[in-house]
């Protein structure tokens, strides 16, 4: 396929370029943004690399067929076709099994990767053959059967090749000089480039950015320069303002290049003005004179000559020149469903509380209570949330915040009555209907349930735990002594060993002390009397009205105040 690209042979020193520095390609190809350069002499591996990189490249990379006829095109015709010349690959220090490293066989390119999707080794590798820096690469024909047929070869980097192929990378290119019939010069114009790399020749598929054009009949240099900066496309340009030939690129010119009445010379459209350089275009500088934007009437314009545009939201004022705000709220019909606020250049719209703007309409949002399951009222906190409330004398319940139990925290208060039927009432959990509508607060520490010191709380009551408890010095309604502990679980040593022994008769107990047994006649004694006085006021309560008897179960927490339980949120979002 490549072998229709052309050849860059170089040209003569005497081509009015004079001769770049260092070592001269023998020859060279551009394709769209890279080159290629064949130079002979005598040199090792390193010393090749080394040149390349002065000149701002590295030895060729050969990573596939097409990079293989690059190097073919460029020994074409050289007549050194057996010689041997290094390209860009080299072993790592070390040895390598080169079966076990791919189509490279361990080798890396200068460039420190070793991606390919071509190789062309000159002979294959036996087994158990290690190959061992320092090795590099270069091809040969010499040896091959097939005409231009190329080998890779490796070499001890010391080994002294007969050349070495350089491979430049560019960011930009030029197309060679495009040259329209009928121009000043067309009939005899020539030229010849010369590259940034040191080649120099007529016959180039691209030049490089950087690169020169020597153009003898115009008595120019002309230089392939990105345009505009950092673009992958590059024009032709020249230090002297104006135009030249408009046979040769235009005459360099960026939008049209008159030269049927003497001297070319470049135009624009009417909208843009010519710069300096004589070739470029740019917008006009009336942009100035307006506030936002400025239209020209005609290519020949003046300074009362053009007409001045606001953006969008402004009006132009009255001076002609300036841009004022437009009060978007003012219009008829407004903009906005409900709430308009101007600003500078738009507006904003907003809703009325209740309502959110939702695609430019104003809807009105959910109720956050609708749906809800409160025993007794509910009330929306926020915007989107709620809670329930209860009624005088009742509490939304810890466990489930939806319902209402009766609550009291001190020592008596008023019983929830029927009103219908005023001998129906109810008392909180650990209060008693006495007196009629008034709940008293239960004396749980009169029945003795604590093993130690009882402290009574309003509806409940706590156990200050003592020595022998397992619970020492904590408070709580269960206090196990040590004792119960023993005989319900074992003191924690390991039981009795169950090697059987000798039955014998039960020992017979002694006589009971007196002392003992006038104890436990006084406290017999002292329990019937009190439950004598409970069953008298038990029944005296029963004669006027029904009682209801209801014991709260214990917690942890037993003082609540009233007012914050009333008035605690419970929160929900929807």
Same mark, same amino acid.
């Given at each position: 396929?490549?072998? /229709?690209?052309?050849? $860059?042979?170089?040209?003569?020193?005497?081509?009015?370029?004079?001769? !770049?520095?260092?070592?001269? #390609? &023998?020859?060279? =190809?551009?394709?769209?943004?890279?080159?290629?350069?064949?130079?002979?002499?005598?040199?090792?591996?390193?010393?090749? %690399?080394?040149?390349?990189?002065?000149?701002? @490249? &590295?030895?060729?990379?050969?990573?596939?067929?097409?990079?293989?006829?690059?190097?073919?095109?460029?020994?074409?015709?050289?007549?050194?076709? $057996?010689?041997?010349?290094?390209? $860009?690959?080299?072993?790592?220090?070390?040895?390598?099994?080169?079966?076990?490293?791919?189509?490279?066989?361990?080798?890396?390119?200068?460039?420190?990767? %070793?991606? *390919?999707?071509?190789?062309?080794?000159?002979?294959?590798?036996?087994? @158990?053959?290690?190959?061992?820096?320092?090795?590099?690469?270069?091809?040969?024909?010499?040896?091959? *059967?097939?005409?231009?047929?190329?080998?890779?070869?490796?070499?001890?980097?010391?080994?002294?090749?007969? $050349?070495?192929?350089? +491979?430049?990378?560019?960011?930009?290119?030029?197309? !060679?000089?495009?040259?329209?019939?009928?121009?000043?010069?067309?009939?005899?114009?020539?030229?010849?480039?010369?590259?940034?790399?040191?080649?120099?020749?007529?016959?180039? =598929?691209?030049?490089?950015?950087?690169?020169?054009?020597?153009?003898?009949?115009?008595?120019?240099?002309?230089?392939?320069?990105?345009?505009?900066?950092?673009?992958?496309?590059?024009?032709?340009?020249?230090?002297?303002?104006?135009?030249?030939?408009?046979?040769?690129? %235009?005459?360099?010119?960026?939008?049209?290049?008159?030269?049927?009445?003497?001297?070319?010379?470049?135009?624009?459209?009417?909208?843009?003005?010519?710069?300096?350089?004589?070739?470029?275009?740019?917008?006009?500088?009336?942009?100035?004179?307006?506030?936002?934007?400025?239209?020209?009437?005609?290519?020949?314009?003046?300074?009362?000559?053009?007409?001045?545009?606001?953006?969008?939201?402004?009006?132009?004022?009255?001076?002609?020149?300036?841009? +004022?705000?437009?009060?978007?709220?003012?219009?008829?019909?407004?903009?906005?469903?409900?709430?308009?606020?101007?600003?500078? @250049?738009?507006?904003?719209?907003?809703?009325?509380?209740?309502?959110?703007?939702?695609?430019?309409?104003?809807?009105?949002?959910?109720?956050?209570?609708?749906?809800?399951?409160? +025993?007794?009222?509910?009330?929306?906190?926020?915007?989107?949330?709620?809670?329930?409330?209860?009624?005088? @004398?009742?509490? #939304?319940?810890?466990?489930?915040?939806?319902?209402?139990?009766?609550?009291?925290?001190?020592?008596?208060?008023?019983?929830?009555?029927?009103?219908?039927?005023? +001998?129906?009432?109810?008392?909180?959990?650990?209060?008693?209907?006495?007196?009629?509508?008034?709940?008293?607060?239960?004396?749980?520490?009169?029945?003795?349930?604590?093993?130690?010191?009882?402290?009574?709380?309003?509806?409940?009551?706590?156990?200050?735990?003592?020595?022998?408890?397992?619970?020492?010095? =904590?408070?709580? *309604?269960?206090?196990?002594?040590?004792?119960?502990?023993?005989?319900?679980?074992?003191?924690?040593?390991?039981?009795?060993?169950?090697?059987?022994?000798?039955?014998?008769?039960?020992?017979?107990?002694?006589?009971?002390?007196?002392?003992?047994?006038?104890?436990?006649?006084?406290?017999?004694?002292?329990?019937? /009397?009190?439950?004598?006085?409970?069953?008298?006021?038990?029944?005296?309560?029963?004669?006027?009205?029904?009682?209801?008897?209801?014991?709260?179960?214990?917690?942890?927490?037993?003082? /609540?105040?009233?007012?914050?339980?009333? *008035?605690?949120?419970?929160?929900?979002?929807?």
């Amino acid at each position: 396929m490549l072998r /229709v690209l052309l050849l $860059g042979v170089l040209a003569p020193a005497g081509l009015g370029f004079p001769a !770049p520095p260092g070592p001269q #390609p &023998h020859n060279s =190809q551009c394709i769209e943004h890279d080159c290629f350069a064949l130079f002979r002499g005598q040199t090792v591996f390193y010393a090749a %690399n080394q040149t390349c990189e002065r000149l701002q @490249g &590295h030895l060729m990379t050969v990573r596939s067929s097409v990079s293989a006829d690059v190097i073919s095109l460029l020994l074409s015709g050289d007549g050194g076709d $057996g010689s041997f010349l290094w390209i $860009g690959l080299e072993l790592p220090p070390g040895c390598h099994d080169p079966r076990l490293f791919g189509p490279l066989r361990g080798f890396q390119w200068v460039t420190g990767d %070793n991606r *390919t999707s071509y190789s062309r080794w000159a002979k294959p590798h036996s087994a @158990g053959e290690s190959l061992c820096s320092p090795l590099c690469v270069g091809v040969s024909a010499a040896g091959t *059967t097939a005409p231009g047929e190329l080998v890779w070869k490796e070499q001890p980097c010391s080994s002294v090749a007969q $050349g070495f192929l350089c +491979e430049f990378h560019f960011s930009a290119s030029c197309r !060679p000089l495009a040259v329209e019939p009928g121009g000043r010069v067309a009939a005899n114009i020539s030229y010849t480039y010369s590259t940034p790399f040191g080649a120099r020749g007529m016959d180039f =598929q691209t030049l490089p950015v950087g690169s020169s054009a020597s153009v003898a009949a115009l008595g120019a240099e002309l230089v392939c320069s990105e345009s505009p900066p950092g673009t992958a496309e590059a024009r032709w340009d020249r230090v002297a303002p104006g135009a030249w030939d408009c046979a040769v690129e %235009n005459g360099g010119c960026e939008h049209e290049c008159e030269g049927d009445a003497g001297l070319p010379r470049c135009l624009c459209p009417a909208e843009r003005a010519l710069q300096a350089d004589g070739r470029s275009c740019e917008a006009h500088s009336c942009n100035s004179l307006c506030d936002h934007f400025c239209v020209l009437r005609d290519s020949d314009a003046t300074d009362g000559a053009y007409t001045c545009m606001c953006e969008t939201g402004f009006q132009l004022a009255a001076d002609q020149h300036t841009c +004022e705000d437009v009060d978007d709220c003012m219009l008829v019909p407004s903009p906005c469903p409900q709430l308009c606020v101007n600003k500078l @250049g738009g507006f904003d719209c907003h809703c009325h509380p209740g309502y959110e703007l939702v695609d430019g309409e104003c809807v009105e949002l959910p109720d956050p209570c609708f749906g809800t399951n409160c +025993e007794y009222q509910c009330e929306q906190v926020g915007r989107d949330g709620y809670r329930c409330v209860c009624a005088e @004398g009742f509490a #939304p319940s810890p466990k489930d915040p939806h319902r209402c139990q009766l609550f009291c925290n001190q020592t008596s208060c008023p019983a929830d009555c029927d009103p219908h039927f005023p +001998e129906s009432c109810h008392c909180p959990d650990g209060y008693i209907l006495d007196e009629g509508s008034v709940c008293a607060d239960i004396d749980e520490c009169s029945n003795n349930d604590c093993p130690g010191l009882c402290r009574n709380l309003p509806g409940s009551y706590e156990c200050i735990c003592g020595p022998d408890s397992a619970f020492a010095g =904590q408070t709580g *309604t269960d206090c196990d002594s040590f004792s119960d502990k023993d005989d319900d679980v074992g003191s924690g040593e390991g039981p009795a060993s169950p090697t059987p022994s000798p039955t014998t008769e039960p020992q017979s107990l002694g006589p009971v002390h007196s002392g003992v047994l006038i104890g436990i006649s006084i406290a017999s004694l002292s329990l019937l /009397v009190a439950l004598l006085a409970l069953l008298c006021h038990l029944s005296k309560k029963q004669g006027s009205m029904q009682t209801e008897l209801e014991y709260k179960c214990a917690t942890p927490t037993k003082e /609540v105040m009233l007012k914050r339980v009333r *008035t605690e949120p419970i929160l929900q979002k929807l």
